[in-house]
């Protein structure tokens, strides 16, 4: 069965600091990678997709993930925070014809 | 614009007393899903339409069911909430089981 892994619980930040959250996957094939952001009281959206291709994925609000296939990893940047970033962040996988499947998440928060 | 609704977007029952959550989708997407998220967790899948067909993740609880009359209508029903029920529920929409996903805005469901 696939499994998500986030590292940190929660990252406390100033703004203008840079952003690396960690995900790790297990899953032996093929990969769909995906970084979700839910902002206070709001519903979830999508930051940014791996599918095939160029492994430094850029999304939006300068958002940046980097998938390393033989470290199982799907880390996202971000060079500058913003206070604005405060949110929860999800890192989700889904392989073959197996359901998404998401981390226990981030909650990030970015002080002044 | 295509999107997920949700209604409503707060839901507030008594212990044992049913409740049904809606959700609607203008994406034409072939595929429903519907997610429990409690509070600081990562979102669980409970179950999902295929088209017409219903596929039930194997622990989810069979006091949770759901009927989907047509493409663009799904409804959750809650038969007996308890207060381990208090949650999100999150619907989402997908072409063909395809990986990505697109959200609605959630049902918060509150329990008394």
């Known amino acids: 069965a696939q499994s998500v892994s986030q590292h940190n619980h929660h990252v406390i930040l100033s703004e203008a600091a840079s952003l690396e959250l960690g995900c790790n996957y297990s899953?032996?094939?093929?990969?769909?990678l995906f970084w979700y952001v839910q902002y206070p009281g709001q519903h979830l959206q999508l930051l940014l997709k791996?599918?095939?291709?160029?492994?430094l994925v850029k999304g939006i609000k300068g958002f940046e993930a980097e998938f390393i296939k033989s470290k199982f990893s799907f880390n996202l940047r971000k060079p500058s925070v913003q206070w604005s970033d405060t949110a929860e962040y999800f890192c989700a996988v889904c392989g073959g014809n197996t359901p998404l499947v998401f981390g226990k998440g981030t909650r990030l928060s970015v002080i002044a | 614009d295509a999107m997920v609704i949700q209604n409503p977007r707060y839901q507030v029952t008594q212990f044992g007393k049913p409740v049904t959550l809606s959700c609607s989708q203008t994406?034409?997407?072939?595929?429903m899903y519907w997610y429990q998220q409690k509070s600081s967790q990562a979102p669980k899948l409970l179950f999902h339409?295929?088209?017409?067909?219903?596929?039930n993740e194997a622990d989810t609880p069979d006091n949770f069911q759901s009927r989907r009359p047509n493409t663009s209508f799904c409804f959750l029903d809650i038969r007996s909430p308890g207060l381990g029920d208090a949650a999100m529920y999150l619907c989402?929409?997908?072409?063909?089981?395809?990986?990505?996903?697109?959200f609605g805005p959630g049902t918060r469901l509150t329990v008394l």
């Open positions: 989402a929409t997908s072409r063909d089981s395809g990986p990505e996903q697109f």
């Open positions: 899953y032996g094939g093929t990969v769909n």
């Open positions: 791996y599918f095939s291709g160029d492994p």
């Open positions: 339409y295929y088209d017409k067909d219903f596929n």
């Open positions: 994406l034409n997407h072939n595929v």
